[in-house]
């Protein structure tokens, strides 16, 4: 079983910080990696994805990606108190297509 | 565009006794996905179809549990019968197509208690 492994936290930041999300995988053959935002009783709705190596920008979201050191993260700037819930790292299988999400991490964001 | 539906959405059954979820996922996706969700955990894939075949069912507990997508668009996965452990969240989603930046959306889940 190919795992995904996460700080479960809570990480908790201030208003107006950077958060750092990290998250490593053991599976050397996977091609690309989605991070996954869950509000407490919600569903789990993606943020952004990435499969190249080095950085992806979307809004405040940066995802970066070392396939080398088998490690990506999610960096959330001028983080916001909405932006407290779980981030879920989701990494899918070099063969197979399944998706294998680690634990999570929970973000605090404190005003 | 509606997204990916579930019921129901909470359900309590005593142990032993059979649970059927429904899911109706985004039009057009032809790729459905049931996970199960423990507390503080993330999900885990219990089946996945392309249209109507069941691709990926490795992780199902095929002793009770028990999944069909019949005419490649709603899908139903039943327990029966269920136990104490299978309480917990069960996601559906739905994915246009698998690819390298292929993107699942989610139901909004069934919780089942079994008591």
């Known amino acids: 079983q190919k795992e995904v492994e996460q700080n479960s936290g809570p990480l908790s930041v201030p208003e107006g910080a950077i958060a750092s999300l990290n998250c490593t995988y053991s599976?050397?053959?996977?091609?690309?990696f989605f991070w996954y935002r869950q509000y407490s009783g919600k569903s789990p709705e993606l943020i952004m994805f990435i499969y190249s190596n080095g950085d992806k920008e979307d809004g405040r979201f940066t995802a970066q990606l070392n396939k080398a050191s088998q490690y990506v993260s999610l960096l959330i700037r001028d983080s916001q108190p909405s932006d407290s819930a779980t981030y879920l790292c989701a990494v899918k299988e070099e063969y197979g297509n399944k998706l294998v999400f680690g634990a999570g991490t929970i973000l605090r964001v404190k005003s | 565009e509606a997204g990916v539906v579930q019921s129901p959405r909470y359900k309590i059954i005593e142990k032993k006794q059979p649970v059927a979820f429904w899911c109706n996922p985004i039009s057009g996706h032809n790729t459905l996905y049931w996970y199960l969700q423990n507390l503080g955990q993330g999900p885990e894939l219990l089946i996945r179809y392309e249209n109507e075949e069941a691709v990926d069912d490795s992780q199902l507990p095929k002793d009770r549990f028990s999944a069909e997508r019949l005419k490649g668009v709603d899908s139903t996965l039943k327990i029966q019968p269920a136990e104490l452990g299978d309480s917990a969240v069960y996601l559906c989603?739905?994915?246009?197509?698998?690819?390298?930046?292929?993107?699942?959306?989610f139901g909004p889940g069934t919780r089942l208690l079994v008591l």
């Open positions: 599976d050397r053959g996977s091609q690309s």
């Open positions: 989603a739905s994915s246009l197509k698998a690819g390298l930046g292929e993107t699942q959306y």
